[in-house]
Each structure stands twice: as C-alpha cells, then as structure tokens.
C-alpha cells in the first residue's frame, strides 16, 4: 500500500495507547461508557436542525497531531432526531473533536463560531456524561451567474468553482475553495452554494469534448474567471462575509487557440513505455483537470486539446510490486502553435541516506520507528511519488529522491525533539534544500534533531483584560531573507479557551511576537506584505539555544 | 463511501445508451479493397460541407460539432461551425460516411435519419469530390425541471435526479438514463439536453460520506410522482424543444437492512483489501450513489442503508496479481425486509481461454494476426446484467494468429470483433459452439480454442420501394432465419441494415433459410427482439442463402403503425 502522507503518529496519551491497543487486535471500534449530548440548530431561524450529522473524531492526546487505528480514523456518528437532539454513546475515553454538518450548512466543530477557527478539542473520560454540546449552523453561502461564449451565446456543460486566495510558497494562488464545483444547465447558469464565509473567485472552465485526428478549429476556452478574465490579478472578488449570497456574476469565456503536444516517452533502456500515461498539469491551475494521453505501442503519444499556458508533462510507470516507479518530467510553454518533438526517458529515482543525530540521552528514550521523514521536492507540485522512509532501529534512513531541488521535511517525531539541522556533504542545507542530480544518489546525510527544543508560552489578553481566544498568535524571524517557502522561522498557534497559547521548535535567532485578529488563516503568516503590517505593532523575541520564554501578548487590533 | 461514486459513476458512463452489444448499421464495405490496416492516418481530397441551423426559425447554430465517421477513417473527421452555421470537414479519403451535427441542449442529429434519435443514412464521397449541402435542421432538446423535497418538505441538496427511458438492450428492454443533474442547495434540478420522448424520473439521494452508519432508514430512488416502484411511475412525454418545469417530488425514507458477509479469494483465504459495492443491476434504475464498504484485513464487510430490491454484490480489488488478472466477483442478491448476514463471495481470476485463429491464407494475404480481435461477450441477457458485457474493443489476436483472452465464469460466447470478417466456426473440445456457446468455469484454463474466420460471407443486396413503386432509402431492412430457435441473444443469424444513397441495401448472413422485411421504423436494438420478430413475420419474404451466393432482393417498403 502507498505511503503518501501521515500514515502513523505517535501515541503518548496513556489511556488512548490503551484503547489503540485493544482495538488495533480486533480491529472493530473499542466499546467506552462516555456520552456527548446536545442540539444543532439553524443559526437564522433558530429552529431545530433534522438529520445533521454529529462526528465525533478522536485526536489523540498530541493536541492536532491524529492517531489513526490501522490506517482508518476513529470516529462516531449519530444524526438529529426532529427537535434536533443528538446522542453519541458507547465512547472510549479520550480527546475529540466535534463536529456538526448538514448538506449544504457549513459544518462546525466546538469552539469554532466560524469554519477555520482552531476547533477546541474535548477531554472525555470513561463513564462521563457531557451535555448540551450545541451547535448552531448557518446556511452556506450562495453565487450564481451564468457563463457565454464570445458570441454571447449560453456556454452549458462549463465547469464553475469558487476560489479563494492563499499564499502558497511565496505566492498568491487561487486554489478550490470550498463548495462543489458545479456545471452549467442549458442557459448557462449556474449555483455555487454551500460556501463558507469569505472572499472568493469564480473560475470558469470549458471541457474541451476529445478530439481526433486533424480536427481543425476546436473552440477553446481558458479558465476564466469572473467577469471575464485569465489574469487572476484582474479577477472579480466576492466578499461572502456579512452577505450570503451574491447573484449575476457573470463569466464570458476567453476564446484561446487550442494546440497539440506531441513527442516520444522511453524507459532508460531507450524502450517505448507501453501501457502508460503522459499527464500533462497546468501549473497555473494545478487544480483543473489534467490532460495527457495514452503512450502508443512505439513509444509516441499525442496530447490534444491543450490550452495556452505552462504545463508540467509527466510519463509515469506503474511499479512492479516492491519496486520503485520510473518517471520523466519536463516544463514546456504552449502559446497556440503545437509543440512537437518532446522527448521523455523515465529513470527510476535516486536515492538518498544517512542518520538522524539525537544526544545520547534523548536517543536511549526515543524509538526510531516513530521518526518518519521525507525528502521531497521544494515546489509541492513535483511531489509524484513516494519518497518517504522511516528510521531503523539505529537511526539510519533510506528513501527514494526524485531529481532536482528536494527539502528533508520530518512528518512525524516525539513532540520533545525538534529539527536543529540538516547538512549534505557538510553543508547546512535546512532552509535551503539541496540538488540531487537524476540517476546519482545522495549518501550521508545527516539531520540533527535536538532534544531542547525552544518553547514559547503564554497567555493574550484583549484591551479589558480579559483573556482572549479569538485571534492568531504569530511569531516570525527579524530577518525578511528568513521568510521565504515553508519557513521554519514563522508559526502561529490559536490560543485555547483560556487565552493560553504555546509555540515549539523555532530555531534560536531574534524573532517579532505578535496577537492579531486580522490574521485568520495560517497560511496569510506566509505573506510578506502582511507580516510587515504586523511588524510596526509587534514585541521582540530573542530565542537562545533551547530555551523557554514566556510572553504575555495584548491583542492588536487595526487593520 | 467518495470511492463507491466514483466506482458506480464509472459503470453509468461504460453502460450507456448504446451498448457495446448493439450491431452495428452494416455499412457496405468496398469488396475490392483488402482490409484496411486502421491505425494509419488516412487522408485524402474529399470535403463536405454544409450548414446547422436552428429547425424552429432557421437561426444559424454557432459552434455545433459535426463529425463524420466511416470505416476508411479510424475516428472519423470533426469540424465546428462558424458564426454563420456553416461548416467545412476537408481531406478526406473517399468512401461512405455518416454525419452527424451536435451541439449541447440540442437534440444530436444524424444525417437522414427520418425522426431524432434513430439511424441516420450513409452518403457516398467519391475521390476529391466536394460534397455539398449536408445541412441539418437543429431541434432544441428538451428539459425537465422541479425540487426535490424530503418527507418534512425541506429542500433535499446532492440528490441525483435522472431522467430515464426505455430502451432495447442487450435482450430486454430496459430502463435506461438520458440525463441527470444534482439538486441544488434549495432542492432544484434541471434535466436538460433530453430528446423527444416517454421519460420516467428518478431522485435518487447520492450517498455523501455524511451518513449515520447506524441508520435503519435510508431513502430509496423515488419516481415520479413519488412511488418507490417503477411500475406505479408515471410517464412524462417530452416533445421537441420543451421545458416541462415544477416537477416537484417528496423523496420518502424506507427501511433499509445490512448486508455483511466475508469474501475469500480464489485461493480460500479471506481477501485482505478490496471494495464490495451494491449496484443496481443496469436497466433496473438509477445506476449511480448505491451503498458499498472497504473490506477489513479479516475480509469481512458491513454494508448498511440497503432498499429493498435487486442488486448485483461486486467485490472489486483493483489489485492486480500480474498484469491484467484481477480477483473480482459479481453476484446476484435479493434485498427484502431483514438484514442479510454470511454472505460469502468467492472472488477469481477471470478465466484464460487460449487458441488460435484459422483463416485460409489465400483470403488473409499479408495480414498479420494483429489485425483480428476477438471478445467473450456473456451468453445469455441475464449473465450479461450481472457480469457486464465483456471486454469492450475486443482483444487483439497475437501476430503468429494465437490468441489469449479473458472471461469471467458462466455461460459465453466467442465473437469477433474485426470488420469485415465473419465467424465460421468456434471449436472448444472439438465441439463447435459457435452459437451454443460454452461455460467457463471459474479460475480455469482452457486451451487449444480454434476460431475459423473468413472474408466470405454470403449476401443479399437490393433496393426498398415504397408501395408505389418509388426507391427509398428510408427504410430499415431486416433479415431473420426461419428456425425461431435462431431467434436468440447475440444471434448471428439476425441482421438489420439501412440502405445506402444509391438505395441500395447489403446483408450479410451466414449460410441458411431467411425471411426479410423492409420496415419504415423500428427502434434501435428492437430489430433483434423475438416479439418483433414474430409479429413481422407474416409479412417477411422468405429466401434462401447458400454458400458463397451473392443475391438480389428487392422488398416493398412495410407500414408498421407507430404513434
């Protein structure tokens, strides 16, 4: 089975490590005593909610790290009954969230009064009786429009989907934000809902149907967006806050010349790949739908269809069990004329090894199996394939590496540890990632974890003195050069009912310590634009080799 | 509960309308050339041209896709229109070429056929000819809209709602989808692009992964006006260009029961992963969103939220052993009012049928095997709703003419699936089975299969005159055997073809004792159907074919009365 992402976590709550141990022998949920009871209602009309689900998911005691029993989340349901009143029974002891969702409400956990809202978790014991766990929900939000061609004419049969913007790697990108997408009727229209409460883009795209050969003038659309654009800097924003839904926005497609990519896709022994598939991935839209084609028996394979724009073209083969896939990837830029002779040679991945360095001490009461890293490449969108391993039992690691510029990026290790370093050949490469060139391997690595790690605690106060739960805490590196990619030099952390908040495993340096209500989502902390508004009303922070600070914050308002 | 969609959407897009078992329109092919190596690209100097527009005001139809297909041109040629409705498909090879205009939300039409939705005609385009004014008429289709309420009356959201029809296939009739959309967040749907016709709905509640696993009650497909039985549904006859609105339905929760059992593979030993998914069984109702569970590593399922009805259970493990072998299993399974449990599946490799093919060299010439195909399509129309239709395109025989193919346990045939090659012989043990066809049993290899093609195919060729006197090409020729026993699923004995622009028809039929019929109408996939032919058989003309004879027919065009 694949290993993509977290597949295991470590336990470290006692009393769910007993519960996992039970059930993970029966493999059926384990029998509890603990309840949770409450209502869901409908937050407009105040009336009872009918057949809302209730989810209860248990998180393990390691705060937002899941611990999964054999692979499957560990979860229970119950439905309202008609005055909305729920029951969950039979549950073991442990941490949970909560949440409610029906069809088209947005679904709330605990402690969310808005979706993205850090949820509170629950602590339940064995036998304990938790009442009057409400929810109230509010209708999603709602965009229609509809969709012409250039002549004016309804387009049916067009995909539409609500975006939103989020900083991603040290851009701004549009990615699918919440709703379904949906598809045009016959006059064009369409009706986005479910949508939860922010700013959105709407995206237009056209399904070119398959071509064959020679088909001359294929109409082609790019992915348009409202009202009528490519340019996602020129794209109309709906603000779905305090208005829920928005009507008559409108998209007319932009007609594009649609071209062909056409070329070869062999293995390293200069043999036709058979029997597999050349995708070919927008870059700007990695979202949309791929395209690609079949690799015919000699090796050649035709994409049609392709819209203007970037693309990543990527052959792929299935591995043989046990073994390791061979891929080729290229960039190429269509711009209306088709591309022909590309030449792919898939190679199989390379592979890279060394240690993971832990003082003595910590490392006589750490099992290396629950160490589980990845040596991935730095942009997200490459990341094709399995390049994961975990520790042996001496602390030694092996994974698969796909060329070009890859990161060590740790998925799971005790919350005492924290990553000190990373080094290739010697030289730190923590931030900065290092090559690895195709068919070479990357041998001694060594990646020091330390066992002290810095922690930085406290409590955020609101301008009366009370505490306060409803804003972001966002602590980030003095140095602008240390902001860049996934930086290990920004975090943010929401603090608790009790306006406690904690923060570990930043590396030593001088860093701003700020509580905002204008950050809502953790991924804005990666905007410059936005940690430099936050920087005029931020305290200092200098963080020495593992050590602990405690730092009360007052919530800054402002836009 | 995502990968069951996902499975069962799969299913609805392969059974479409037109099942892979349909026979093709019999297509003249050209005797004096050999038999076409397909995969080149073929071009020539021929164009065809015409216009699209609008049938109700002549308005010219922007961006309709007209697409022209024959055997001299594998996929066929596709051309858009322009702003004026006009299009132009150029470089084409000579030969006999359908043609056919499509734009969503109208009605597809196909050149000559006499009302939508039927057969159209072939025309001929000779070498570098310019063939003009093919134009079509365009009919908007028409669309069915409403809300879907639950049994409260609150606007039901992610419901699918389907608009079905009845339609001849693979041996009954059967009630097949034409269209469906998903309710919005009020509750509201649109069914459009929908072709004049009966229709019955369906709302069908898709299964979200936000469903209580301890429900007892589910909501089963309602039909309109709101019964659960598709007998007590009520028809809604769509004419051309329509928009039937306000269709509003209550979706009724019923007693749902669990299902479980274990499935073990082809080895006895429990199957540690996979899906087991109840389908409708196609043509029985809405194919899609039915319930289904991942196994546990003991290989146990738990499936809850089951209607009463008929499914078809499907273990699908996705794993394959080697390439190309895949356990898997489809059974039958009746649901009524109490929870099913010990149910056991045995899952198995599809069987191996190895062999060769025979064909008299001095008809192959150069021909490599590669050029055959051959399929396992399942013998009778039962195991054909359970097992599906065997393998789409058909395998392709190896080059030295052996061939390995693959079939699920049961009743089969061997069919070929190469134009212009027609079957002689299937001999398994010695035995032909031509038409009998053999069983298979599960995890079995049979070997040592000989298949005889050849090229020669007796025909009957003619032309249809009204009653009259006068040569039309709008009719549909039938050609059946005498022997009723013949009269059977998959027979090659019976045959429709439609004739060409010089009014003539071509039937090929194996050697035998035949009546024929030209008909005005007659519904596609009815042809074959034992009722219909019975009923037309008064009137049929009786011939006989021998060996190697090509004969002349002519027919009078018959009447059959059709509202």
């Given at each position: 089975?694949?290993?993509?992402?977290?597949?295991?976590?470590?336990?470290?709550?006692?009393?769910?490590?007993?519960?996992?141990?039970?059930?993970?022998?029966?493999?059926?949920?384990?029998?509890?005593?603990?309840?949770?009871?409450?209502?869901?209602?409908?937050?407009?009309?105040?009336?009872?909610?009918?057949?809302?689900?209730?989810?209860?998911?248990?998180?393990?005691?390691?705060?937002?790290?899941?611990?999964?029993?054999?692979?499957?989340?560990?979860?229970?349901?119950?439905?309202?009954?008609?005055?909305?009143?729920?029951?969950?029974?039979?549950?073991?002891?442990?941490?949970?969230?909560?949440?409610?969702?029906?069809?088209?409400?947005?679904?709330?956990?605990?402690?969310?009064?808005?979706?993205?809202?850090?949820?509170?978790?629950?602590?339940?014991?064995?036998?304990?009786?938790?009442?009057?766990?409400?929810?109230?929900?509010?209708?999603?939000?709602?965009?229609?429009?509809?969709?012409?061609?250039?002549?004016?004419?309804?387009?049916?049969?067009?995909?539409?989907?609500?975006?939103?913007?989020?900083?991603?790697?040290?851009?701004?990108?549009?990615?699918?934000?919440?709703?379904?997408?949906?598809?045009?009727?016959?006059?064009?229209?369409?009706?986005?809902?479910?949508?939860?409460?922010?700013?959105?883009?709407?995206?237009?795209?056209?399904?070119?149907?398959?071509?064959?050969?020679?088909?001359?003038?294929?109409?082609?659309?790019?992915?348009?967006?409202?009202?009528?654009?490519?340019?996602?800097?020129?794209?109309?924003?709906?603000?779905?806050?305090?208005?829920?839904?928005?009507?008559?926005?409108?998209?007319?497609?932009?007609?594009?010349?649609?071209?062909?990519?056409?070329?070869?896709?062999?293995?390293?022994?200069?043999?036709?790949?058979?029997?597999?598939?050349?995708?070919?991935?927008?870059?700007?839209?990695?979202?949309?739908?791929?395209?690609?084609?079949?690799?015919?028996?000699?090796?050649?394979?035709?994409?049609?269809?392709?819209?203007?724009?970037?693309?990543?073209?990527?052959?792929?083969?299935?591995?043989?069990?046990?073994?390791?896939?061979?891929?080729?990837?290229?960039?190429?830029?269509?711009?209306?004329?088709?591309?022909?002779?590309?030449?792919?040679?898939?190679?199989?991945?390379?592979?890279?090894?060394?240690?993971?360095?832990?003082?003595?001490?910590?490392?006589?009461?750490?099992?290396?199996?629950?160490?589980?890293?990845?040596?991935?490449?730095?942009?997200?969108?490459?990341?094709?394939?399995?390049?994961?391993?975990?520790?042996?039992?001496?602390?030694?690691?092996?994974?698969?590496?796909?060329?070009?510029?890859?990161?060590?990026?740790?998925?799971?290790?005790?919350?005492?540890?924290?990553?000190?370093?990373?080094?290739?050949?010697?030289?730190?490469?923590?931030?900065?990632?290092?090559?690895?060139?195709?068919?070479?391997?990357?041998?001694?690595?060594?990646?020091?974890?330390?066992?002290?790690?810095?922690?930085?605690?406290?409590?955020?106060?609101?301008?009366?003195?009370?505490?306060?739960?409803?804003?972001?805490?966002?602590?980030?590196?003095?140095?602008?050069?240390?902001?860049?990619?996934?930086?290990?030099?920004?975090?943010?952390?929401?603090?608790?009912?009790?306006?406690?908040?904690?923060?570990?495993?930043?590396?030593?340096?001088?860093?701003?310590?700020?509580?905002?209500?204008?950050?809502?989502?953790?991924?804005?902390?990666?905007?410059?634009?936005?940690?430099?508004?936050?920087?005029?009303?931020?305290?200092?922070?200098?963080?020495?080799?593992?050590?602990?600070?405690?730092?009360?914050?007052?919530?800054?308002?402002?836009? | 509960?995502?990968?069951?969609?996902?499975?069962?959407?799969?299913?609805?897009?392969?059974?479409?309308?037109?099942?892979?078992?349909?026979?093709?329109?019999?297509?003249?092919?050209?005797?004096?050339?050999?038999?076409?190596?397909?995969?080149?690209?073929?071009?020539?100097?021929?164009?065809?041209?015409?216009?699209?527009?609008?049938?109700?005001?002549?308005?010219?139809?922007?961006?309709?896709?007209?697409?022209?297909?024959?055997?001299?041109?594998?996929?066929?040629?596709?051309?858009?229109?322009?702003?004026?409705?006009?299009?132009?498909?150029?470089?084409?090879?000579?030969?006999?070429?359908?043609?056919?205009?499509?734009?969503?939300?109208?009605?597809?039409?196909?050149?000559?056929?006499?009302?939508?939705?039927?057969?159209?005609?072939?025309?001929?385009?000779?070498?570098?000819?310019?063939?003009?004014?093919?134009?079509?008429?365009?009919?908007?289709?028409?669309?069915?809209?409403?809300?879907?309420?639950?049994?409260?009356?609150?606007?039901?959201?992610?419901?699918?709602?389907?608009?079905?029809?009845?339609?001849?296939?693979?041996?009954?009739?059967?009630?097949?989808?034409?269209?469906?959309?998903?309710?919005?967040?009020?509750?509201?749907?649109?069914?459009?692009?929908?072709?004049?016709?009966?229709?019955?709905?369906?709302?069908?509640?898709?299964?979200?992964?936000?469903?209580?696993?301890?429900?007892?009650?589910?909501?089963?497909?309602?039909?309109?006006?709101?019964?659960?039985?598709?007998?007590?549904?009520?028809?809604?006859?769509?004419?051309?260009?329509?928009?039937?609105?306000?269709?509003?339905?209550?979706?009724?929760?019923?007693?749902?029961?669990?299902?479980?059992?274990?499935?073990?593979?082809?080895?006895?030993?429990?199957?540690?992963?996979?899906?087991?998914?109840?389908?409708?069984?196609?043509?029985?109702?809405?194919?899609?969103?039915?319930?289904?569970?991942?196994?546990?590593?003991?290989?146990?399922?738990?499936?809850?939220?089951?209607?009463?009805?008929?499914?078809?259970?499907?273990?699908?493990?996705?794993?394959?052993?080697?390439?190309?072998?895949?356990?898997?299993?489809?059974?039958?399974?009746?649901?009524?009012?109490?929870?099913?449990?010990?149910?056991?599946?045995?899952?198995?490799?599809?069987?191996?049928?190895?062999?060769?093919?025979?064909v008299d060299p001095a008809e192959s010439g150069s021909l490599k095997g590669s050029a055959f195909r051959l399929m396992t399509p399942a013998a009778t129309a039962d195991e054909a709703a359970v097992n599906g239709g065997g393998n789409g395109n058909g395998t392709p025989v190896q080059d030295d003419f052996t061939f390995e193919l693959k079939a699920r346990a049961g009743r089969i045939f061997i069919r070929s699936n190469t134009v212009g090659w027609f079957l002689r012989a299937v001999r398994v043990n010695g035995v032909n089975v031509l038409d009998t066809g053999f069983e298979i049993r599960a995890n079995e290899s049979l070997t040592g299969v000989e298949v005889e093609l050849t090229h020669r195919q007796p025909d009957v060729t003619g032309t249809v005159s009204t009653a009259e006197g006068v040569p039309t090409r709008n009719a549909f020729v039938v050609v059946f055997?005498?022997?009723?026993?013949?009269?059977?699923?998959?027979?090659?004995?019976?045959?429709?073809?439609?004739?060409?622009?010089?009014?003539?028809?071509?039937?090929?039929?194996?050697?035998?004792?035949?009546?024929?019929?030209?008909?005005?109408?007659?519904?596609?996939?009815?042809?074959?159907?034992?009722?219909?032919?019975?009923?037309?058989?008064?009137?049929?003309?009786?011939?006989?074919?021998?060996?190697?004879?090509?004969?002349?027919?002519?027919?009078?065009?018959?009447?059959?009365?059709?509202?």
């Amino acid at each position: 089975m694949s290993r993509h992402g977290l597949t295991a976590a470590l336990l470290t709550s006692l009393t769910i490590a007993i519960a996992v141990a039970a059930s993970a022998q029966t493999a059926t949920p384990p029998a509890g005593t603990a309840v949770i009871r409450g209502r869901v209602l409908d937050g407009d009309s105040g009336r009872p909610l009918r057949r809302a689900l209730v989810r209860a998911l248990i998180t393990g005691g390691t705060g937002d790290r899941v611990v999964l029993f054999e692979g499957r989340r560990e979860n229970r349901t119950a439905t309202t009954d008609e005055q909305g009143r729920y029951e969950l029974t039979d549950l073991p002891a442990g941490r949970y969230t909560v949440t409610a969702s029906k069809g088209t409400y947005v679904g709330l956990s605990i402690g969310q009064t808005r979706p993205g809202d850090s949820p509170k978790p629950l602590d339940i014991a064995d036998r304990q009786v938790v009442d009057k766990v409400d929810f109230s929900l509010l209708r999603g939000g709602v965009i229609t429009g509809h969709v012409v061609d250039e002549y004016g004419d309804p387009v049916p049969n067009v995909q539409v989907a609500a975006m939103r913007s989020q900083f991603r790697r040290g851009q701004r990108q549009l990615v699918g934000g919440g709703g379904s997408t949906v598809v045009t009727d016959d006059l064009g229209e369409y009706r986005l809902f479910g949508l939860s409460p922010a700013d959105y883009y709407v995206a237009a795209t056209y399904r070119v149907p398959p071509a064959s050969e020679a088909d001359d003038d294929v109409p082609g659309y790019a992915v348009t967006y409202a009202p009528g654009t490519v340019n996602t800097t020129a794209a109309q924003r709906i603000a779905l806050g305090s208005t829920r839904s928005m009507d008559e926005v409108n998209i007319a497609l932009v007609p594009v010349k649609i071209s062909q990519v056409s070329g070869t896709a062999v293995n390293s022994q200069g043999q036709p790949m058979s029997s597999a598939f050349v995708s070919a991935m927008d870059r700007n839209n990695p979202f949309g739908s791929a395209s690609g084609a079949q690799i015919k028996p000699d090796g050649t394979f035709v994409i049609r269809n392709v819209a203007p724009g970037e693309y990543l073209l990527r052959a792929q083969n299935q591995p043989r069990q046990g073994g390791r896939s061979e891929m080729a990837t290229t960039t190429i830029s269509v711009a209306g004329q088709d591309v022909e002779g590309v030449q792919l040679v898939v190679i199989p991945p390379s592979t890279a090894s060394g240690v993971v360095l832990v003082d003595p001490a910590a490392a006589a009461a750490t099992k290396a199996s629950s160490i589980f890293l990845m040596v991935s490449p730095i942009d997200p969108q490459m990341n094709f394939m399995d390049t994961s391993g975990r520790l042996k039992d001496d602390f030694t690691f092996e994974a698969a590496v796909q060329p070009g510029a890859n990161m060590v990026r740790l998925l799971s290790m005790p919350p005492s540890l924290a990553l000190k370093a990373v080094r290739v050949g010697g030289v730190d490469v923590t931030d900065t990632g290092f090559d690895v060139k195709p068919n070479e391997d990357v041998r001694g690595i060594e990646i020091e974890l330390t066992s002290h790690p810095t922690v930085v605690s406290g409590q955020v106060t609101d301008a009366h003195g009370a505490s306060s739960k409803d804003c972001m805490v966002v602590i980030f590196a003095r140095d602008e050069a240390k902001w860049e990619g996934t930086s290990r030099y920004i975090q943010t952390a929401r603090p608790d009912q009790d306006g406690r908040f904690k923060v570990s495993g930043l590396p030593p340096g001088d860093y701003h310590v700020v509580a905002t209500s204008t950050v809502q989502q953790p991924d804005q902390a990666g905007d410059p634009d936005v940690l430099k508004q936050l920087r005029d009303r931020a305290a200092a922070l200098s963080l020495g080799e593992g050590e602990t600070k405690v730092v009360d914050l007052k919530v800054s308002t402002g836009s | 509960m995502s990968r069951a969609v996902v499975c069962l959407v799969a299913v609805v897009l392969l059974a479409g309308p037109v099942s892979a078992q349909q026979r093709p329109t019999q297509l003249a092919p050209d005797p004096s050339r050999p038999t076409r190596d397909t995969s080149a690209r073929a071009t020539g100097t021929a164009v065809i041209k015409g216009r699209v527009v609008e049938a109700s005001n002549g308005q010219p139809v922007r961006k309709a896709r007209v697409h022209a297909g024959s055997t001299a041109l594998r996929d066929g040629r596709t051309a858009y229109t322009d702003a004026d409705g006009r299009y132009e498909l150029k470089a084409l090879p000579a030969g006999h070429y359908t043609v056919t205009a499509f734009k969503p939300a109208y009605v597809t039409a196909a050149y000559g056929q006499p009302r939508p939705l039927e057969l159209g005609t072939s025309i001929d385009v000779p070498d570098a000819k310019t063939v003009d004014h093919i134009d079509f008429g365009l009919v908007r289709a028409g669309v069915i809209a409403g809300r879907i309420t639950d049994e409260f009356g609150e606007p039901l959201a992610d419901t699918q709602v389907m608009a079905m029809r009845y339609q001849f296939v693979q041996g009954t009739r059967r009630l097949m989808p034409s269209g469906s959309r998903m309710t919005n967040d009020i509750g509201e749907f649109r069914v459009f692009g929908l072709p004049p016709g009966q229709y019955y709905l369906a709302a069908t509640l898709r299964n979200t992964r936000e469903t209580d696993p301890n429900d007892r009650e589910t909501y089963a497909s309602t039909y309109y006006p709101g019964t659960g039985s598709v007998s007590a549904a009520q028809p809604l006859t769509i004419a051309a260009g329509q928009t039937m609105a306000g269709l509003n339905m209550m979706v009724l929760p019923v007693r749902s029961v669990r299902v479980s059992g274990t499935v073990t593979d082809s080895s006895g030993a429990p199957l540690k992963s996979g899906f087991v998914q109840v389908d409708v069984p196609m043509g029985a109702g809405p194919m899609s969103s039915y319930r289904g569970a991942a196994l546990k590593p003991d290989g146990t399922f738990s499936i809850t939220g089951i209607a009463q009805g008929d499914y078809v259970l499907r273990v699908n493990t996705g794993i394959r052993m080697t390439e190309g072998e895949v356990e898997g299993a489809a059974v039958p399974l009746t649901v009524a009012n109490s929870d099913i449990a010990d149910v056991h599946i045995v899952t198995a490799k599809p069987s191996s049928i190895t062999g060769r093919v025979l064909v008299d060299p001095a008809e192959s010439g150069s021909l490599k095997g590669s050029a055959f195909r051959l399929m396992t399509p399942a013998a009778t129309a039962d195991e054909a709703a359970v097992n599906g239709g065997g393998n789409g395109n058909g395998t392709p025989v190896q080059d030295d003419f052996t061939f390995e193919l693959k079939a699920r346990a049961g009743r089969i045939f061997i069919r070929s699936n190469t134009v212009g090659w027609f079957l002689r012989a299937v001999r398994v043990n010695g035995v032909n089975v031509l038409d009998t066809g053999f069983e298979i049993r599960a995890n079995e290899s049979l070997t040592g299969v000989e298949v005889e093609l050849t090229h020669r195919q007796p025909d009957v060729t003619g032309t249809v005159s009204t009653a009259e006197g006068v040569p039309t090409r709008n009719a549909f020729v039938v050609v059946f055997p005498q022997d009723r026993e013949h009269w059977s699923y998959l027979s090659r004995y019976v045959r429709m073809a439609r004739p060409n622009p010089d009014n003539q028809y071509r039937v090929q039929v194996p050697p035998g004792e035949y009546l024929a019929i030209a008909v005005d109408f007659v519904e596609q996939g009815e042809w074959a159907e034992p009722d219909f032919l019975a009923r037309v058989r008064e009137r049929a003309v009786p011939f006989s074919m021998a060996e190697g004879e090509h004969k002349t027919l002519a027919l009078t065009l018959v009447t059959l009365s059709h509202n």
